[in-house]
Every structure is written in C-alpha cells, then in structure tokens.
C-alpha cells in the first residue's frame, strides 16, 4: 500500500484510518520520507490523520521532493528513524538517524560520548560550566553507537527535552533557553558575590559564564511549524 503526497510544497499528507491503526505502517511511512533528500522530520498527528513535512534547515518547503511520487509504507529501514510519542500518544514525531559509526571511530565516538556525559552531568552542578553543547554532543555520540543508550537519554526528565527539540528543529524552545540562562546568571552571581573566594576562581567563573551563556544564546529557537501537540 501507499499513499500520495498531495498538499502544496508538501507540507502535509493525508492517510486513511485504517493505516492509523497499525502504528509499525506509520513508522515505515515517516521511514520513507525521511528518505528523501531535505526532510529533516515528520510530525504525524493521529488524530488529526495528518503527517507534517518538516524541511531541513536552510532547504525551501517545494525544495523537499517532488508532488505525487508515493510513499512506500512498507519495506523501509526503520534503524534509520528515531522516533517518540507525545505525552498523551495522539502525535509521533520521527527524524532522520546517523548512520551507525563502525570499527575505530566507534570506539572514538565512545570515548567521546563517555567525556561528554560527564561534563553534561558535572554543567548541571558547576557554575560557569555549559550543559547544553555537551548533551548534545553526547546524544550524537550516543546516536551512532548504541541506540539504546540514545533511546534513554532521549526519555531522561533532565536533558530529554532540549534533545527532542534539538532533533525536530535543531534548535531549543525559549523557555528552556531562559530557564538556562537565568540559573547561569543567578550560581555565576551568587558565586562571583561569595566572600572570601579567590579572584583566580571567580575569573575563571565568570569566563566560563559568558562562553556558556553566549553559546545558548546564539542556539537557534525551537518554533513551531506544524499542528502537532
């Protein structure tokens, strides 16, 4: 079976409840559009029978494929999709994977990724110290070496969020962006006005704060383009 691209500068598509239904159908669908040159993610609302086209950033909408060439929904590598569900299990949201690393850069993807979570971890504790670049870092790390592990970090309450808009806008949303600088601005305030702390730690403090607050601001924003929930 398969269905037709069919709205302008393919936005969208439709798709019968029947395929609705079978959730492995849907995933093999997103699977073969994901395939095709420019298309960075798939927003598919269940609810609505709607899948989003999301281009990849940089590409126009009508640069993505060409109208009423069938989507397979069937036979497609599903290990090149990464996939989740929304809270509520009414939208499925699935974007293009890297290929898995083999042989010696497997091993230096790893050892990277190991040296990346580490510093994610110890962003979140240090004032000064960025969390954001090495969590994402450590998720493409982790995406071309074991997709489990991928998989948990994706699902985590503590980095989750900032990689799933990452992954579907390559990008973080606002708030998260705020909330990240205002507990910079606050633990690199309280340490710099702490009594008694040398000037050599404070200055190293006070670099570390601005080289991470200035990446998470230059971070493109997460916004919207579909009707998914």
């Known amino acids: 079976?398969?269905?037709?691209?069919?709205?302008?500068?393919?936005?969208?598509?439709r798709f019968s409840r029947e395929l609705n239904d079978d959730v492995t159908r849907l995933r093999d669908m997103a699977a073969g559009i994901l395939r095709r040159p420019g298309v960075r993610a798939v927003v598919i609302d269940r609810r609505e029978l709607q899948a989003t086209i999301l281009p990849q950033r940089g590409r126009r909408k009508s640069d993505v494929a060409v109208l009423g060439i069938p989507v397979e929904t069937a036979a497609n590598d599903l290990s090149d999709v990464i996939e989740w569900h929304d809270s509520l299990g009414e939208t499925l949201y699935c974007v293009r994977a890297?290929?898995?690393?083999?042989?010696?850069?497997?091993?230096?993807?790893?050892?990277?990724?190991?040296v990346a979570l580490i510093l994610a971890l110890l962003g979140v504790v240090l004032p000064g110290l960025p969390t954001t670049p090495f969590v994402l870092a450590a998720s493409y790390g982790l995406m071309r070496t074991s997709r489990r592990w991928h998989r948990r970090l994706l699902d985590s309450r503590l980095f989750g969020g900032v990689l799933r808009d990452w992954h579907?806008?390559?990008?973080?949303?606002?708030?998260?962006?705020?909330?990240?600088?205002?507990?910079?601005?606050?633990?690199?305030?309280?340490?710099?006005?702490?009594?008694?702390?040398?000037?050599?730690?404070?200055?190293?403090?006070?670099?570390?704060?601005?080289?991470?607050?200035?990446?998470?601001?230059?971070?493109?924003?997460?916004?919207?383009?579909?009707?998914?929930?």
Do not use: C, D, F, N
């Open 1 to 13: 079976m398969s269905t037709s691209l069919s709205s302008a500068a393919l936005q969208s598509i």
């Open 98 to 114: 890297e290929r898995p690393a083999r042989g010696w850069r497997r091993i230096a993807l790893l050892a990277l990724t190991v």
């Open 168 to 229: 579907l806008h390559r990008g973080i949303s606002a708030p998260i962006r705020v909330k990240a600088l205002v507990l910079l601005t606050v633990v690199v305030g309280a340490t710099l006005l702490w009594p008694g702390g040398s000037l050599a730690v404070k200055s190293i403090v006070a670099i570390g704060g601005l080289l991470g607050g200035g990446y998470v601001w230059q971070l493109p924003t997460a916004t919207r383009t579909y009707a998914g929930r």
